[in-house]
C-alpha cells in the first residue's frame, strides 16, 4: 500500500519592511472585513511590542512583526478549496498597500505515520537518504536525522526539510513520523511599491501550484520512488 503524506499546516509569510504589528486586532480585521465577522476568538489576542497574534477558533492564526506577516491555517481533512488564508493574506496586503513587501514563503508542513514501527521514520532517513558510515553510530543512543534539500525553480527557490518527529495520535499516544516541512521562497518583482503588491498578489493567489508541487515532490519523488531493489515504504 502506498503511503502519502498528511499535511497538517499551511501557511503564507509575507516579508514586509517596517510593519506595524500594533494594528493587528480583532477590530482591525473585521471592520476592513478581511475576516468575516463571525469569526471566534481561541484566546484573547497577544500584542507585545513587536509581536502581536491572533488565533481563532477555526485554527487560523495570524502573527504580525515588524519584518513579516504569518497567516496560518490547520488544514487537516479539509480540501484545498475550503483554505481561507490565501484570502484572507490578500485582503490584508491590499488594506495595507503603503507597506514595504519584499517576498513571500508558501509553506507546508505535513507527515508520515508507519504504523506501529517506531522506528521506520529513522530508518527511512538513514536507509535511504544518507550514505552509511560512523556519522550514524556516534555519541550515545540512536542518531535523530534531519536532512534539508533545497531546490531552484522556474520562479521560487524551494526547501523540503526532512526530520523524525514524535507526535500524539487521536488516541492520545506519542507515535513516530516522518515529518515533511517545505518552503518556496517567492522575491517579488518590481520597482516600486504597488508593482510589488501586484506581485505579491498573483503569487498568493497561485498558491496552489506551490501546494501541488510540495505534495508531488513528497509523495511521488520522496515517498514513491523504490531503491536499488525497487521497493517502496510500506
Same mark, same amino acid.
Given at each position: 500500500?502506498?503511503?502519502?503524506?498528511d499535511t497538517r499546516e499551511f501557511s503564507i509569510?509575507?516579508?514586509?519592511?517596517?510593519?506595524?504589528p500594533a494594528i493587528l486586532n480583532p477590530d482591525f480585521l473585521k471592520d476592513n472585513e *478581511? =475576516?468575516?465577522? %463571525?469569526?471566534?476568538?481561541?484566546?484573547?489576542p497577544v500584542?507585545?511590542?513587536?509581536?502581536?497574534? *491572533? =488565533?481563532?477558533? %477555526?485554527?487560523?492564526?495570524?502573527i504580525a512583526q515588524l519584518d513579516k506577516l504569518i497567516f496560518s491555517e490547520? =488544514?487537516?481533512a479539509k480540501s484545498k478549496k475550503s483554505f481561507v488564508i490565501p484570502v484572507v493574506a490578500k485582503k490584508y496586503s491590499n488594506i495595507l498597500p503603503h507597506v514595504e513587501y519584499r517576498a513571500v514563503g508558501i509553506n507546508q508542513k505535513g507527515h508520515v505515520a508507519f504504523g506501529g514501527d517506531k522506528d521506520a521514520p529513522r530508518k527511512f532517513i538513514l536507509e535511504r537518504l544518507v550514505v552509511p558510515g560512523?556519522?550514524?553510530?556516534?555519541?550515545?543512543?540512536?542518531?535523530?536525522?534531519?536532512?534539508?534539500f533545497n531546490y531552484t525553480l522556474e520562479n521560487a527557490t524551494c526547501g523540503l526539510t526532512i526530520q523524525e518527529k514524535s507526535l500524539k495520535n487521536e488516541e492520545g499516544n506519542q507515535i513516530s513520523v516522518l515529518l515533511f516541512s517545505?518552503?518556496?521562497h517567492h522575491e517579488l518583482e518590481g520597482e516600486t511599491r504597488k508593482e510589488r503588491l501586484v506581485n505579491l498578489q498573483q503569487i498568493i493567489s497561485e498558491w496552489e501550484s506551490d501546494f501541488n508541487s510540495y505534495e508531488h515532490l513528497v509523495n511521488d519523488i520522496f515517498l514513491g520512488a523504490g531503491d536499488k531493489n525497487g521497493n517502496k515504504p510500506r
Open positions: 500500500m502506498n503511503v502519502t503524506v509569510v509575507v516579508v514586509a519592511k517596517s510593519h506595524n *478581511i =475576516v468575516p465577522a %463571525n469569526w471566534e476568538l481561541e484566546k484573547p500584542c507585545l511590542e513587536p509581536v502581536a497574534e *491572533i =488565533v481563532f477558533k %477555526n485554527k487560523v492564526r495570524i490547520n =488544514v487537516k560512523p556519522w550514524c553510530e556516534f555519541g550515545n543512543g540512536s542518531v535523530r536525522p534531519s536532512i534539508t517545505s518552503n518556496f
